[in-house]
């Protein structure tokens, strides 16, 4: 089920287990362990989410056995792409082998596994899941419409000048003003507003309201020049 991970129960544990051993994943005192306080979900994309093990447990429980087996599945799916991940000696390779299996639900579930190694102070795991997340998202984004790609490219890149320049090679998304480009970046400025306030928020709208006011400039400039 999209957008949510139940809490593993006591069936599915020994297989989750066993791919865990397959990562040597390993604090002070053994294996990584799974427990329903360390689920969370998170979107593609999107900033990881924290939910509390009871509102987790109350939609888990309104599941009916199908739903929760289909839940189950993409876990262990997920699980099993992520342990494929970290024992590939060439990550972006692998990733690009295995682009289809980089879902949502993966996505949810190394994060997932991200959180459990930070709450339990794992430093060597965070940085190769970290690693591992960043490449399946650089190898998915290859996928994705080019005005996403051209968003992410202006987001993440810190130099004007080279964000002048993404502008440029993309000109055909953003010379239309009424066009797709225009409406993402509008739509993702509305969803960052209507998270809960934190510095990160303000650090994100900042991103996205610089990127939009350089694009009208640019957009401007480029229907001038027809």
């Known amino acids: 089920m999209a957008g949510m991970i139940c809490p593993v129960s006591s069936s599915t ?53 199908d739903q929760l087996d289909k839940a189950k599945k993409f876990q262990l799916q997920a699980t099993e792409v992520l342990a494929e991940l970290l024992k590939s000696s060439n990550v972006q390779s692998t990733a690009a082998k295995l682009v289809d299996s980089l879902t949502e639900e993966f996505f949810m579930v190394a994060s997932t596994y991200f959180e459990m190694a930070k709450k339990e102070g794992n430093a060597e795991v965070m940085k190769r899941i970290e690693g591992v997340l960043e490449v399946a998202m650089a190898e998915k984004g290859k996928t994705l419409r080019p005005e996403i790609q051209l968003m992410n490219k202006l987001l993440n890149e810190k130099d004007q000048g080279k964000r002048a320049e993404t502008m440029r090679s993309y000109s055909q ?54």
């Open 13 to 65: 544990l020994p297989r989750i287990s066993a791919a865990l051993k397959q990562l040597n994943l390993r604090n002070a005192t053994g294996s990584v362990s799974v427990s329903s306080a360390a689920w969370s979900s998170r979107a593609f994309g999107q900033p990881l989410v924290q939910t509390s093990t009871q509102s987790r447990q109350f939609v888990c429980n309104a599941l009916n056995k």
């Open 173 to 226: 998304y953003i010379t239309d003003s009424d066009g797709y480009f225009y409406e993402l970046l509008q739509r993702m400025n509305n969803d960052v507003e209507g998270l809960k306030d934190s510095p990160k928020k303000q650090e994100l709208l900042g991103k996205i309201r610089t990127v939009t006011k350089e694009v009208k400039e640019t957009g401007r400039a480029f229907r001038k020049a027809k």
